[in-house]
């Protein structure tokens, strides 16, 4: 069984485009994560989906970042534009439902220039 | 809003026993899980404690204090493989009735011959 795929696996840009990041889960996972890691710091909550819809965005750091998950299936995460401080390993997973195990990607290491 | 605390780093030798310490704040906790990340890979479930105790899986323990807000990794006869980042994350039930998974910034382990 395929686990979470993510792409691409790295990612570098200019400060002002656009980036935009995929996130295939796990199939028949119904939960899909979105963190974000920065420079060692914690690995950090961005958002939440259920199927197709976010369940929880409280994470999200600004408008310019916007997730969406096609049919319940695979998720994107559009930055636009890209500024420095978005640089850091993006991380996807994915659990099915009640369940606390999360299986992670390998994560997206986006720089910004 | 949540928080967690785990030490930065930890050194120990190969075959000794090493515990990593997590103490946490949120407001729907229900579970502690543990994650382990080797250099460039996806975070990897450990283990999950929802009640109160210690569970064992092989030479990796996990316990649970819900009273004190407080849990943790034991490693015993460590191996250099085991030299990875030990992250302690909080299940949580957020606002929205969802449940999501709020880590701590890791903590460092080197593991020595």
């Known amino acids: 069984e395929a686990g979470v795929t993510q792409f691409p696996s790295h990612s570098v840009i200019e400060k002002g485009q656009t980036v935009t990041l995929r996130c295939d889960p796990i199939s028949g996972h119904d939960n899909l994560y979105w963190y974000r890691r920065v420079m060692g710091k914690e690995i950090k909550f961005l958002l939440h989906?259920?199927?197709?819809?976010?369940?929880?965005e409280s994470g999200m750091p600004n408008n310019r970042f916007l997730a969406e998950r096609t049919g319940g299936t695979y998720s994107t995460l559009k930055v636009q534009p890209a500024e420095l401080e978005d640089s850091g390993v993006y991380f996807c997973?994915?659990?099915?439902?009640?369940?606390?195990?999360?299986?992670f990607g390998q994560g997206t290491r986006l720089t910004v220039v | 809003g949540q928080s967690l605390e785990q030490p930065s780093e930890v050194t120990a030798v190969e075959g000794a026993i090493v515990q990593i310490n997590c103490t946490y704040q949120?407001?729907?906790?229900?579970?502690l899980s543990w994650y382990q990340q080797h250099d460039g890979g996806a975070p990897t479930f450990l283990s999950y404690?929802?009640?109160?105790g210690l569970e064992e899986t092989g030479r990796f323990s996990s316990f649970l204090s819900r009273s004190d807000s407080y849990g943790y990794l034991l490693l015993q006869e460590l191996q250099m493989k085991d030299s990875a980042s030990y992250f302690c994350?909080?299940?949580?039930?957020?606002?929205?009735?969802?449940?999501?998974?709020?880590f701590g910034a890791g903590t460092r382990l080197f593991v020595k011959a």
């Open positions: 949120t407001s729907g906790f229900y579970g």
């Open positions: 404690n929802a009640l109160d």
């Open positions: 994350a909080v299940r949580d039930r957020g606002s929205t009735g969802g449940f999501k998974t709020i």
């Open positions: 989906f259920v199927k197709e819809s976010k369940q929880d």
């Open positions: 997973a994915s659990s099915q439902g009640g369940v606390p195990e999360a299986f």
